[in-house]
T-cell receptor, first 112, second 114 residues
Framework: KQEVTQIPAALSVPEGENLVLNCSFT??????LQWFRQDPGKGLTSLLL?????REQTSGRLNASLDKSSGRSTLYIAASQPGDSATYLC???????????FGTGTRLTIIP | SQTIHQWPATLVQPVGSPLSLECTVE??????LYWYRQAAGRGLQLLFY??????ISSEVPQNLSASRPQDRQFILSSKKLLLSDSGFYLC?????????????FGPGTRLTVT
């Protein structure tokens, strides 16, 4: 059974800093890995999806990496802004499975 | 482009009352559909998913049920709500084609059972 872990559970950094969020998974037989953002009281917004054959995916100030051999993915946020404050979740579907396994998320606070 | 709708946005219901939450998807056909619940301060819990009309898989035994009467409509129901049913309910859809199972979420329904 796939298990997805995100550490730390919460992170506070000053505005302007670069930061890395971590995601670990136990079963490397995944189609892809998806990163989401959730603002308080809102639904999840898809940020990036990395295919299992890819190593990296970039969108603006966001860069996600995937290392299946070590069971890890990272989300790099450059030049953080207060608007980046949110909870970030990673999730992965396993082969032959329509379901995503979600991590419990990292609550990010950017301090102005 | 594809959009996903959920309603109502918020709901306050007494214990023992029935529940019906609706989710519809536009701009795609034959999507996988999912219902999740997010309790306060907790992670996402998958409740039901559906790969086609009338095909429902239940993940957690409970007093909730789901139905898919049309290709792009997914309904979450209960005959009698419990206090423990309070939470944030999210509907999502995903593709059958590459990228496989990329999920897109609706805005959610905040349910408070009193």
């Amino acid at each position: 059974k796939q298990e997805v872990t995100q550490i730390p559970a919460a992170l506070s950094v000053p505005e302007g800093e670069n930061l890395v969020l971590n995601c670990s998974f136990t079963d490397s037989a995944i189609y892809n890995l998806q990163w989401f953002r959730q603002d308080p009281g809102k639904g999840l917004t898809s940020l990036l999806l990395i295919q299992s054959s890819q190593r990296e995916q970039t969108s603006g100030r966001l860069n996600a990496s995937l290392d299946k051999s070590s069971g890890r993915s990272t989300l790099y946020i450059a030049a953080s802004q207060p608007g980046d404050s949110a909870t970030y979740l990673c999730a992965a579907p396993n082969f032959g499975n329509e379901k995503l396994t979600f991590g419990t998320g990292t609550r990010l606070t950017i301090i102005p | 482009s594809q959009t996903i709708h959920q309603w109502p946005a918020t709901l306050v219901q007494p214990v023992g009352s029935p529940l019906s939450l609706e989710c519809t998807v536009e701009g795609t056909s034959n999507p996988n559909l999912y219902w999740y619940r997010q309790a306060a301060g907790r992670g996402l819990q998958l409740l039901f998913y559906s790969v086609g009309i009338g095909q429902i898989s239940s993940e957690v035994p409970q007093n909730l049920s789901a139905s898919r009467p049309q290709d792009r409509q997914f309904i979450l129901s209960s005959k009698k709500l419990l206090l423990s049913d309070s939470g944030f309910y999210l509907c999502a859809w995903s593709t059958h084609t590459r990228p496989m199972y990329e999920q897109y979420f609706g805005p959610g329904t905040r349910l408070t059972v009193t």
